[in-house]
């Protein structure tokens, strides 16, 4: 006799391998790949609303028995299961006595920190729901008497092409990733949940922000004093965003004074090239058209990047007068022309040049020859003159103006070779904040991202010390030095020589005269 299976045992092996195959799949992706997608196929990850997943999911994993959908839909309820992008609203769930101890979410790849289960209730974070393409959705809830589903959607706001948290409507940084800038000093950090206040007025200063929600990106209230949160520096990123609609950004940006110390960058997400950089042209402390840190709003037209991957950051390098920057609505889908000023781009640019490993007159023999002076409003006196750079005996100053000259200096490209250390040497730079304030920094060619800044932590006067920095870890890749002065105060001024951007093999040099790198 031919050897057989029963029926009702075949149908338990076919559920069973069902469940093993499901869970070991992803979070769905988008169930097309058409801007507004808003349901995911039945054929699609662990998760979609089909027949086969809410029946796979109705297997209790103790027992094997099965719930019918009649009895599971009044097991697991709730009065709100739809996810909004805009509102970044969290989903709860009612587990009711009948459906025994709960032990666990399953489906979808969800952890045990994607969610909260308290008092028979569950609450799936807007963290984990922020993840999900537009459909709708099934996980399995699994207690000690069986297996039920919990149902959702994930509504359609073409959430894959904009950021969460753009308005700060949820009154702190969810939807970004804060970092720091300045010796890895949490202490200084400039963006924090505090910096997210109410949409009122500006702290000492009878004028709103202007923003269009309940909440701004801004400073707090309870900050002894203006200048003590300018001295705050870090970095606030975004998620990645695929570029869609017809590729405008809009944002709102206050203060933000030096748009080569703040600014809002675009960033590649697939290369971290600085697409674009834009700071706040508008500032203004005129008392009939103020634009200090109230908002302006801008527009910017990054077409040529559609359907790529991008993502923001607001960079805060500065710690002086109006050196922050205030925030709202930060929008990256439109389909028709946004409202708002043009932003322009400040990024730094370059001729394209064949690039040798040292750089254009760094023993500064010809002057300025081969530098570039940046030209922000920022850097100019109380002329609109800028009067930081000279060279008047062998080496580069930036006190042409006296000690309360301000500016930034730009070399040429260099390519970061041989035993990739490099080396020159520094003086005066001592004033009382010399560390913030005047400085050295080396970035990335594309990227622009600062790899190396250091002072003249070891100053001596006016009477110059060496320093030498091991770059090897960027060998083959072109990158520039920025030298910044960016105080007024008695020696904050910085002084130059004998910048040596190639050494074959390693140097004879000892640990003390290695720079110690402030970026981090």
Known sequence: MK???????????????????????????????????????????????????????????????????????????????????????????????????????????????????????????????VTLDPGSYSLAVETDAGSYPLTFTVLDK?????????????????????????????????????????????PSFAAPYGGSGNYVLGYPSATSSQSAWEERMGRLSTRAFTLGGNGYLSFALGACFNSDLTYLSVLSASSGDEIARYGNPSFSLDASAYHGENLVRYRADLSAYLGEKLS??????????????????????????????DAVDVKPSFDPVYVTNQIVNGD???????????SAAAWENSSAVLDAWQ????????????????????????????????????????????????????????SNREIYRFANERHNGVNFVSYYLDLSSYLGEDAYLEIVDNASGSWDTIFVEDIVTYYASYPLIDFGDMATNLNR
């Open 3 to 129: 050897p057989f299976l029963r029926k009702e045992t075949l149908a338990l092996l076919l559920t069973g391998s069902a469940l093993l195959l499901g869970g070991c799949q992803d979070r769905p992706a988008s169930s097309s790949s058409s801007q507004g997608a808003s349901s995911v196929s039945s054929s699609s990850a662990v998760g979609a609303t089909s027949s086969s997943s809410l029946a796979a999911s109705s297997v209790s994993s103790s027992s094997s028995a099965a719930v019918s959908s009649s009895a599971a839909s009044s097991v697991v309820t709730s009065e709100d299961s739809a996810f909004d992008f805009d509102a970044l609203n969290e989903l709860t769930f009612d587990l009711s006595p009948e459906a025994g101890s709960f032990s666990a979410l399953e489906g979808l790849n969800i952890a045990e920190g994607d969610y909260i289960y308290s008092d028979r209730e569950i609450t799936l974070k807007k963290d984990f729901l």
């Open 158 to 202: 073409n959430n894959a092409y904009r950021i969460p948290n753009g308005g700060f409507e949820t009154g702190d940084l969810f939807g970004y990733a804060a970092s720091t800038a300045f010796k890895g000093e949490s202490p200084l950090q400039a963006f924090v949940d505090a910096a997210v206040v109410a949409n009122g007025d500006i």
């Open 312 to 341: 923001l950051q607001l960079v805060d390098l500065g710690g002086h007068s109006f050196n922050f920057l205030t925030a709202d609505d930060l929008e990256t889908f439109h389909t028709s022309i946004p409202e708002g000023l």
């Open 364 to 374: 500064f023999s010809s002057k300025l020859t081969g530098w570039s002076v940046s």
């Open 391 to 446: 060279v008047p005996s062998g080496f580069l100053r930036s006190d042409l103006g006296g000690d309360a000259a301000i500016g930034l200096i730009r070399s040429s490209l260099f390519k970061i070779d041989g035993s990739g250390v490099m080396s020159l040497a520094l003086a005066a730079a001592q004033g009382s904040r010399y560390d913030k304030d005047t400085f050295v920094s080396v970035r990335l060619k594309g």
